[in-house]
């Protein structure tokens, strides 16, 4: 079963705005990742958060970790048209990565 | 440098028919996946190898088979191909983290779009 949900389902903004996704799960990990999906193309990494961290940033990408809420957010500032895509949260515990369904991120120039 | 290919890109199947998967990869790791995407989905993963000559059960394994007889290629064959197989696979591998509690980043290959009829 998935243990990673994200939220919103789908998300439309505006070239320059932020975007921002949350993802939640369920059991105690070790990381979790995050990953973009241009359609048909498979997964890339974005970043990673060890179980540790609260927080971390990677260019234009801010993630945060809540374990006590099981939750991890997403932050992409300044969009761009090309950053429209799915993303995916993955959890890592005592088993492989696992996938939410994803956030569907359309920005319109 | 390559990274992951999958062959074949596309492919349609009818009932019953079997194939294989081929995932090769050039970067010496250690961990291969693979996992299947359905509309709407995530990723879910049907079998997944920590080295060579060694395969384990994922979520999803029924009528799926793999294989890892060399280090760079992870096989996933269909014996029996059924309507509920069609969907888009990726392979995917990442290194050896050198402990339990690092896992490090998987790289992705393109996907094999397969349509069983």
């Known amino acids: 079963s998935q243990q990673g949900e994200e939220d919103p389902q789908a998300l439309s903004i505006q070239e320059g705005e932020n975007a921002t996704m949350n993802c939640s799960y369920k059991t105690s990990i070790n990381n979790l990742q995050w990953y973009r999906q241009n359609s048909g193309r498979g997964l890339v990494h974005l970043i990673l958060?060890?179980?540790?961290?609260r927080e971390k940033h990677s260019g234009r990408l801010r993630v945060t970790l809540d374990t006590s809420k099981k939750s991890s957010s997403l932050l992409i500032t300044a969009s761009r048209a090309a950053d429209t895509a799915s993303y995916f949260c993955a959890t890592v515990g005592n088993t492989p990565l696992v996938f939410g369904k994803g956030t569907r991120l359309s920005v319109i120039a | 440098n390559a990274g992951v290919t999958q062959t074949p890109k596309f492919r349609v199947l009818k009932t019953g028919q079997s194939m294989t998967l081929l995932c090769a990869q050039d970067?010496?790791?250690?961990?291969m996946y693979w996992y299947r995407q359905d509309p709407g989905m995530g990723l879910r993963l049907i079998h997944y190898s920590v080295g060579e000559g060694t395969t384990a059960k994922g979520e999803v394994p029924d009528g799926y088979n793999v294989s890892r007889l060399k280090k760079q290629n992870f096989l996933l064959g269909l014996e029996s191909a059924a309507p509920s197989q069609t969907s888009v696979y990726f392979c995917a591998s990442r290194d050896w983290s050198g402990g339990v509690s690092v896992y490090n980043e998987q790289f992705f290959g393109p996907g094999t779009r397969l349509t069983v009829l």
């Open positions: 970067m010496n790791h250690e961990y």
């Open positions: 958060i060890r179980s540790n961290e």
